[in-house]
């Protein structure tokens, strides 16, 4: 859920219209940022940059003050300038460090949106380049999403972000996005959705697994790069940063041993739940293994208390008798009375035997 509170925002300009966002300081752990700002002598800038270590607790070479411009960005989208290059919009000027008595900086009383305090973030559309490091150490960050257009990443953009596990971009899957950046920047297991604004579902949702890579050096001097696992094959499937769903479905039927079980299960279910452009070959394999490991699915859907998800993986039709007996037992140990009755309810309808149909005769 996006902050309702606002937010004190940091920028440094890049030129006339465009600047770089150096830090964000609230007191809410679910922001989002707002794509432009209005420029001290008229205009606006569009923030195109994150900079590094932009929500790292421990940021490094800030720009000075005298640099900077400082705004209030409130939750609708408006935002209002409160310094300008060191002097406070309205004529006072900043105080400097040789001013002993000064009181504390407003950097040191405002409390900074970073570290294990950012849970959620929403990046704006005008943003192009996300510098490096700049969620280091977010280990809170469980949703990011992210606008239109293309992406350039630093370096250990998401370094220690072992809790971010979705990726939400506003557009359809079929247009060039940040989304082949963004993944290629995240080793461990992470879902993309694609979600335009105003939608109610996904249009799309993939998986990403996690994977390793090794790299060996032989004794002629040559490095060899080699992967464990087919999360690395899964996050190559982009052409001109769009997504390629016939590509990303051919890889499944390669085998999948060296993944983690629960990751690829989910990769089937979310699969066949948003079914954007796929084959009825590639929707086979996904239920065969879905089929086999419905639990797996459930187990999460019940964790997380996602009843629509619940009826969703009903209506796919993968449960048979002993599967509904399992998701049963799942559901009466979560304690999920609704998920229960649920099961209960389609079950009864799938295997309920039908009343014989009467028969008449009419031989007096």
Known sequence: MVSESTLTLDILPLSADTARLVRV?????????PGALPAPEGGSFAVTEL?????????????AADKTCRYEAAPDGTARLTRAFGQTVGGTCRRYDFDFDAPASDADTLHPVCGNFLE?????????????????NCRRLRLLTVGTGSLTMGSDVFLNCFALETIRVQAGPEEPTGLFALVNNITEAVRAEFC????????AALWYPAYWEDIEETPAHILLHTFSGQGYHYRQCFLENKFLPAEYDAIFPQGHDADDANVMAMLCFDRLRYPWQLTE???GHYRAFLAANTDRVLARLLKAQDNDAVRALIALDVLDKDGFAEASALAAKAGNAAAAALLADAEHKKYVPQPKKQRYDFDF
């Open 51 to 63: 900079g590094d270590y932009c929500f790292s607790e421990k940021p490094r070479s800030l720009p």
């Open 281 to 283: 070959a590639a929707a």
């Open 196 to 203: 335009p604004a105003g939608t109610a579902a996904p249009l």
């Open 120 to 136: 959620e973030l929403t990046l704006p559309d005008s943003l192009q380049v996300v510098g490096s490091c700049a969620f280091y």
């Open 25 to 33: 300081y609230g007191t809410e752990p679910c922001i989002a940022l």
